[in-house]
């Protein structure tokens, strides 16, 4: 069974910074084999897309609101992704979920719990 776990949320002023993990288990094939995302979804909005990275190719991406102040990383050894968040904004205020694909799959289909990011002003 695949378990991602989320850690590393939790409560910080506006510049501050949060690194939250997600530690992956259970997976079918290597975890060069996956993608990990990571999403969030803030009260009364949508679910978006904030970072995702490639474990076979190691190529990134990053909405644009989040770009140069996230970073996403992988340590393979662990099957943990990481998402160091530098210069929180309020706005960044939201559950971080993370999620992971096949990489020759298009859809996220196993999704962890999440965990609580709020910035405050």
């Known amino acids: 069974e695949v378990q991602l776990v989320e850690s590393g949320g939790g409560l910080v002023q506006t510049g501050g910074s949060l690194r939250l993990s997600c530690a992956a288990s259970?997976?079918?094939?290597?975890?060069?084999?996956?993608?990990i995302g990571w999403f969030r979804q803030a009260p009364g909005k949508e679910r978006e897309g904030v970072s995702c990275?490639?474990?076979?190719?190691?190529?990134?991406h990053y909405a644009d609101s989040v770009k140069g102040r996230f970073t996403i990383s992988s340590d393979k050894a662990k099957n943990t992704v990481y998402l160091q968040m530098n210069s929180l904004k309020p706005e960044d205020t939201a559950i971080y979920y993370c999620?992971?694909?096949?990489?020759?799959?298009?859809?996220?289909?196993?999704w962890g719990q999440g965990t609580q990011v709020t910035v405050s002003s």
């Open positions: 999620a992971a694909r096949e990489i020759t799959k298009n859809e996220y289909n196993y």
């Open positions: 259970g997976f079918t094939f290597a975890f060069d084999d996956y993608a």
């Open positions: 990275i490639n474990n076979s190719k190691g190529k990134t």
